[in-house]
């Protein structure tokens, strides 16, 4: 349904480091794109995935006429932008008729569940602070809105799942601790944050930590 095996020419719009444009250009057999606003990614990304063109530009003026592509897709961008609505509605506008626009995750930190509970400080705090940095982290709610009102067709919108097995690595642990860390400066002492640091590491290890946001996915086709 999103268009991709048979997409001819697909853009990612603020594709970062490259991570998922990158895996789409292995994966099907179009022309990849990728767009982003700081040149400093894209640098980045075309020195990881050479076959993809990457340009920088401002999500909410496209430098492309309408009707390029035959897929446009973002990946935790709307949450980022001020105005989403119109990031969309580009997207739309340089996607041909009958193709697809695709937001394949981006979160609702307002569902967000912790466990244990002692935990869940973490998740309000970090909540305010991605509000404070002007981020939406209440954007997943909003999706079916946003794409409906673009005028898109067909609009599916749904929330992925979540799983638990064992502990993410001591990597990703000390990734997401220095995200923690640099978000709640200031807001939590240092004691504060190590003694949660200790009780999220402890609760991944004993085997009882859950943490879970939603994360919503959005599709529609061009009319
Ligand atoms: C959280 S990153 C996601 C990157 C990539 N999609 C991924 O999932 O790995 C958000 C990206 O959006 C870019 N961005 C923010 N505002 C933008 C805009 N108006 N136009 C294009 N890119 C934008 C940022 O520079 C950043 O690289």
């Not at 063109?53 to 897709?73: H, I, K, M, N, Q």
């Not at 340089?94 to 569902?111: K, M, S």
């Not at 569940?113 to 940095?133: F, S, V, W």
């Not at 064992?166 to 200031?186: K, N, Y």
């Given at each position: 349904m999103s268009g991709l095996p048979t997409a001819g020419r697909i853009l990612e719009v603020g594709?970062?480091?490259?991570v998922i444009t990158g895996e789409i250009s292995t994966r099907f057999r179009g022309s990849t794109f990728g767009l982003d606003i700081d040149p400093q990614a894209n640098a980045f990304a075309t020195a990881g995935d050479p076959q993809t063109c990457y340009v920088t530009g401002d999500g909410e003026r496209l430098p492309f006429p309408e009707a390029t592509f035959d897929t446009t897709l973002c990946h935790f961008l709307l949450m980022w932008v001020p105005d989403p609505g119109k990031i969309i509605s580009e997207m739309s506008r340089v996607t041909l008729p009958g193709g697809w626009v695709l937001a394949l995750a981006e979160p609702d930190y307002g569902g967000r569940i912790d466990y244990p509970?002692?935990?869940a400080e973490i998740g309000e705090l970090q909540t305010k602070a991605m509000a404070n940095q002007g981020?939406?982290?209440?954007i997943g709610r909003k999706m079916r809105d946003i794409f409906t009102r673009a005028g898109l067709l067909d609009v599916l919108v749904g929330v992925l799942g979540g799983e638990w097995t064992g502990p993410p690595s001591g990597e990703e642990l000390d990734s997401e601790w220095r995200t923690i860390g640099s978000d709640l400066h200031g807001t939590l002492s240092s004691q504060a944050l190590a003694t949660l640091r200790q009780t999220d590491l402890d609760a991944w290890h004993d085997g009882s930590r859950i943490l879970f946001v939603p994360t919503f996915y959005a599709y529609g086709r061009v009319a």
């Amino acid at each position: 349904m999103s268009g991709l095996p048979t997409a001819g020419r697909i853009l990612e719009v603020g594709s970062g480091t490259g991570v998922i444009t990158g895996e789409i250009s292995t994966r099907f057999r179009g022309s990849t794109f990728g767009l982003d606003i700081d040149p400093q990614a894209n640098a980045f990304a075309t020195a990881g995935d050479p076959q993809t063109c990457y340009v920088t530009g401002d999500g909410e003026r496209l430098p492309f006429p309408e009707a390029t592509f035959d897929t446009t897709l973002c990946h935790f961008l709307l949450m980022w932008v001020p105005d989403p609505g119109k990031i969309i509605s580009e997207m739309s506008r340089v996607t041909l008729p009958g193709g697809w626009v695709l937001a394949l995750a981006e979160p609702d930190y307002g569902g967000r569940i912790d466990y244990p509970k002692e935990l869940a400080e973490i998740g309000e705090l970090q909540t305010k602070a991605m509000a404070n940095q002007g981020s939406d982290p209440y954007i997943g709610r909003k999706m079916r809105d946003i794409f409906t009102r673009a005028g898109l067709l067909d609009v599916l919108v749904g929330v992925l799942g979540g799983e638990w097995t064992g502990p993410p690595s001591g990597e990703e642990l000390d990734s997401e601790w220095r995200t923690i860390g640099s978000d709640l400066h200031g807001t939590l002492s240092s004691q504060a944050l190590a003694t949660l640091r200790q009780t999220d590491l402890d609760a991944w290890h004993d085997g009882s930590r859950i943490l879970f946001v939603p994360t919503f996915y959005a599709y529609g086709r061009v009319a």
